[in-house]
C-alpha cells in the first residue's frame, strides 16, 4: 500500500505490480501541511507531523501537529486521538524498533522531542528532554539499529552575505526509556564541520553501516556502525551527480533509502533553480535523478551504477515498496522548462520505477498530481502488518 501527500492530504493508492498502474483510494485531510510520517513497527499506526509554516522559516505558523493515525487491515486510515500540539514547525520524525516512543525533529531553531506511545497506540505530549546541543539545522532524526541510540542529522548552513558557513553534523546520543543523553557529535572532514553539510542517512538491513545524504556538497557517505555510535569518518565518499555541481546553482542532494536486500542504496538529486525567460521564471538548470549504488557485501563500499531521471523537479522524498520490487519517486514542485523558444510545463508528481534484480531501476510510468501550488512532501509504502 502506498500513500502520498499534498499540502495537508494523505491519499491512499494501490499499485498493480504488472501494470505499474496507480489506483487511487481514498484521502484524508490533517490540521496544517503534512512535513513527514512514519509507521510503527508493527504496520498499524501511521504517526505524521504537520505544519503551516513555510519550510525553512523561523517562528512562524500556528498549526503544529503530531497526529496518530490507524492502519486498518486493508490500509485505510483513521485518525486515532486528539493530534498532539507541537512548539514549532517540525521537519522529521521516526520510531526505535520496538516501537514505544516517537521522536520528532524540528531544524530552525534545532529542536527534538519525545513522545511516548500509549497503550492505544496514540503519540502522547512531550516528556521534558535537556539537551544543550542539538546542532544547527536538523533535518532528519533517526534510530541506530540497535535500537540505544539516535542520530540527529544536522545539515548546517551555506554562507550567506550577512552570515557565514555554518557547520552540520551527525548528533548522536544515548536513549534510556525515552531520555536523551549527548552521545558524539561527529563532524567529517577535519574542519569543524564546515564543508560539511548531511540532510537523511540510512541504515543498511544488516545494522553495520550508515549511508549519509550529503545535501550542501551533493556526495554520498559511507560510514561503519561501531556500537551505538557510528565512525567519525566515512570509509567511503562519492559524488551523487554525474557531473560537478555549478557554482551559484542550486543543487543539493536529498534523500536517502538502501534496498530491503541491502545491495543498492538510493539517493535523490535537487535542483529547482530558477532563470527569467521570455518574462517567466524557468528551470535554470540541474541535475535532478535517482543516483544507483551497488553495495559491496564484504565491505559496504557503494559504487555508482546507474542515475535515472525522474522525469519531474525536486524529489524531496521517494520510496521502495517492502518487497524491494517498486520505486516511486514523489517530485514535489510543478516547473515550467524552456525548450528551445518555448516554454513547456512540468506538473509535480508521482513516478514508478520497477525494481531490477541488481537493484537498478527501470521507469514503468508516471503520474502527475494535481496540486494547485501545495507541496508533495511525502510518500511512503506501509511495512507488513505484525
Not at 551523487?240 to 555541481?245: G, H, I, K, N, Y
Request: charged residues 20%; glycine residues 12%.
Amino acid at each position: 500500500m502506498l500513500y502520498s501527500s499534498v499540502g495537508a492530504q494523505i491519499t491512499r493508492y494501490e499499485i498493480d505490480p504488472d501494470s505499474a498502474e496507480l489506483i487511487e483510494r481514498e484521502s484524508i485531510a490533517l490540521p496544517s501541511v503534512v512535513q513527514y510520517g512514519w509507521f510503527s513497527p508493527s504496520g498499524r499506526m501511521l504517526y505524521v507531523v504537520t505544519s503551516d509554516a513555510p519550510g525553512g522559516t523561523v517562528g512562524l505558523g500556528v498549526m503544529h501537529r503530531l497526529c496518530s493515525l490507524d492502519v486498518s487491515e486493508g490500509g485505510r486510515l483513521t485518525p486515532a486521538g486528539a493530534p498532539v500540539a507541537l512548539p514549532q514547525r517540525p521537519i522529521h520524525l521516526t520510531m526505535g524498533p520496538d516501537g514505544r516512543f516517537v521522536f520528532v525533529a524540528y531544524n530552525n531553531p534545532a529542536n527534538l522531542t519525545v513522545h511516548p506511545i500509549g497503550a492505544d497506540g496514540t503519540a502522547g505530549e512531550a516528556t521534558v528532554q535537556d539537551l544543550p546541543d542539538l546542532g544547527i539545522f536538523p533535518h532528519q532524526v533517526r534510530v541506530l539499529p540497535g535500537g540505544r541510540s539516535l542520530v540527529l542529522v544536522t545539515r548546517g548552513n551555506r554562507a550567506k552575505s550577512a552570515r557565514p558557513e555554518e557547520p552540520g553534523a551527525l548528533m548522536l546520543y544515548r536513549l534510556d526509556e525515552g531520555g536523551v543523553a549527548p552521545l558524539a557529535a561527529l563532524r567529517p572532514g577535519g574542519n569543524g564541520g564546515l564543508g560539511y553539510g548531511p540532510r537523511h542517512l540510512a541504515f543498511d538491513p544488516s545494522g553495520r553501516w550508515a549511508y549519509v545524504a550529503v545535501e550542501l556538497q551533493s556526495e554520498l557517505h559511507m560510514h561503519r556502525i561501531e556500537g551505538d555510535s557510528l565512525a567519525p569518518e566515512p570509509d567511503a565518499v562519492l559524488p551523487s551527480t554525474r557531473e560537478a555541481p555549478v557554482s551559484g546553482r542550486h543543487q543539493a542532494g536529498g534523500a536517502i533509502h538502501v534496498h530491503p536486500r541491502g545491495h543498492a542504496v538510493y539517493m535523490s538529486n535537487r535542483a529547482n533553480g530558477l532563470v527569467d525567460y521570455a518574462g517567466r521564471k524557468v528551470f535554470a538548470g540541474g541535475e535532478n535523478s535517482i543516483a544507483v549504488f551497488a553495495i559491496d557485501p564484504q565491505s559496504g563500499v557503494p559504487r555508482h551504477v546507474q542515475s535515472v531521471d525522474p522525469r519531474g523537479f525536486q524529489v524531496r522524498s521517494f520510496a521502495l515498496d517492502p518487497a524491494g520490487t517498486v520505486l516511486v519517486a514523489a517530485t514535489l514542485t510543478d516547473m515550467l522548462v524552456q525548450a528551445g523558444d518555448q516554454i513547456d510545463y512540468v506538473p509535480a508528481g508521482l513516478t514508478l520505477f520497477r525494481v531490477l534484480p541488481d537493484g537498478r531501476l527501470d521507469f514503468a510510468k508516471r503520474y502527475p498530481v494535481a496540486t494547485s501550488g501545495e507541496p508533495l512532501n511525502w510518500v511512503a509504502f506501509a511495512p507488513p502488518r505484525t
